[in-house]
């Protein structure tokens, strides 16, 4: 983090250092360049044509270095046909003037090469300087000649001045990135100083001392704190949960163990047979506990969704093949989505309609409707219901009230179970249009 802070912080300065580099070092140019045409105005005003059409000054420039040669300031009065009329500053040497003059404004630039010396003149002459030069174009009164007008002068004090800037520039933005460097490295040390309090809490959670993040965290991890705490309580919850279950498949196989191992011992002749009895308790006990424990694992899935009646229509298929005698009729809202697994809800729905067709007396009815943020889902049959005080037990591992139809005692168990998993209800009512019994689901609704 520290280093890609730091990064940023030279991109951007380098960045904003050249921006303000080229405003900064224009605007000195800028200023240089105003005292140019300055003086470029005053020359052209102090001009006047002589008796033989060439130009004079009737007064002198007041700057003296334009009366002292090799000076670094210069001006140049030159036209077509005309003899150069210099400074005295230039000396014996010359500006350099194109001869097509065809440039009425004033314009500026560079001139690597300072003049144009005379013929046999020694063009390495110590004496060359860079100069920043100003000429205008124009047309004096009572003259057919294009005249230029030339002022010079030496770039030395331009580019100390913008050297000076330049510096002044590097320093201070060099010392400024170090103080935002220093800043962010300390920004960073004091602001993942909480998370490393919420290191030390995880640590001494992993190694037994604690059983919570203990507090108080500061404001910005408090939540993440909270959070963690959650995480361990729904951790401790689940492994609660599958000690209890494995607690209670390990008593509900015990039973049928010591009937077998009983019956061993004493050698009953019908061994075989209590045998096949209790393997098949043991088989249910197993897939009961098996399909809480599956629906255990999906509820943690937000992205748990089912359609309820495409599962209605499978389940009813499935039972009229078991049960041919009976007829089930289905109704209600066709587009009602579940938070609960597809398999989840074809095992109680195929629970509770196969109960429904075994135990009544040969009408089911199942209703899907949608209701204060719940899928409800009504089981309706006409056989003789279950009395009001057994309701509550009937939802216990094994217990049955018709003992003369075959069954597990464990359908309205895992019903209940995988409802109350996904954060719904199962219970039982009397039905008002059929007589018999009438088992509300709920389960919420998946937006």
Do not use: C
Not at 19 to 47: C, K
Not at 281 to 287: A, E, H, L, N, S
């Amino acid at each position: 983090m520290l280093l890609v802070a730091t990064a940023w912080i030279l991109l951007l300065l380098v960045g904003g250092g050249l921006a303000l580099d080229r405003v900064l070092t224009g605007a000195i140019t800028r200023n240089f360049d105003d005292q140019l045409d300055y003086l470029v105005s005053s020359l052209i005003v102090s001009a006047e044509l002589g008796s033989r059409g060439e130009v004079v000054l009737n007064r002198q420039l007041a700057d003296q270095r334009f009366l002292e040669p090799n000076s670094g300031a210069y001006w140049q009065i030159s036209g077509d046909g005309y003899e150069a009329f210099p400074s005295m500053s230039l000396w014996d040497r010359r500006l350099k003037a194109d001869k097509v003059y065809n440039d009425r404004n004033i314009h500026f630039y560079d001139s690597d090469e300072f003049v144009d010396k005379r013929p046999g003149a020694n063009r390495d002459d110590p004496g060359n300087q860079r100069l920043r030069i100003a000429e205008r174009d124009l047309t004096l009164p009572g003259s057919p000649v294009l005249w230029r007008f030339q002022v010079a002068e030496t770039r030395e004090t331009l580019d100390a001045q913008i050297a000076t800037v330049r510096r002044t520039l590097v320093r201070s933005f060099a010392l400024l990135g170090l103080g935002l460097v220093a800043m962010a490295a300390l920004q960073t040390w004091y602001g993942l100083r909480p998370l490393r309090k919420v290191r030390r809490e995880i640590a001494r959670l992993r190694a037994g001392h604690t059983k919570r993040v203990a507090g108080p965290l500061p404001a910005e991890v408090g939540p993440m704190g909270d959070e963690l705490n959650a995480l361990v309580e729904h951790n401790d919850r689940q492994a609660e949960e599958a000690r209890r279950h494995a607690g209670n498949l390990a008593h509900a196989l015990k039973t049928p163990l010591s009937v077998i191992m009983n019956a061993a011992a004493a050698g009953q002749a019908d061994l075989p047979d209590t045998v096949i009895r209790e393997a098949r308790t043991m088989r249910r006990q197993i897939d009961h506990h098996l399909a809480r424990a599956r629906a255990v694992g999906r509820r943690g899935s937000a992205h748990s969704r089912a359609e309820v009646w495409p599962s209605i229509e499978a389940v009813e298929r499935a039972v009229a093949r078991l049960y041919p005698n009976v007829r089930i009729d289905v109704d209600g809202v066709k587009d009602a989505v579940a938070h609960i697994e597809r398999q989840d809800l074809d095992e109680i729905l195929g629970n509770l309609v196969e109960n429904a067709a075994k135990y009544g007396g040969g009408s089911v009815f199942v209703t899907a409707r949608l209701e204060a943020g719940y899928v409800e889902i009504l089981v309706e049959d006409d056989g003789m219901g279950i009395p009001e005080a057994d309701r509550i037990r009937i939802f216990d591992r094994g217990v049955r009230l018709d003992t003369g139809k075959p069954g597990t005692g464990l359908g309205l168990a895992i019903v209940r179970d995988v409802a109350e998993i996904y954060g719904g209800t199962a219970s039982l009512e009397e039905s008002e249009d059929l007589g018999g019994l009438l088992v509300r689901l709920r389960l919420p609704a998946a937006g």
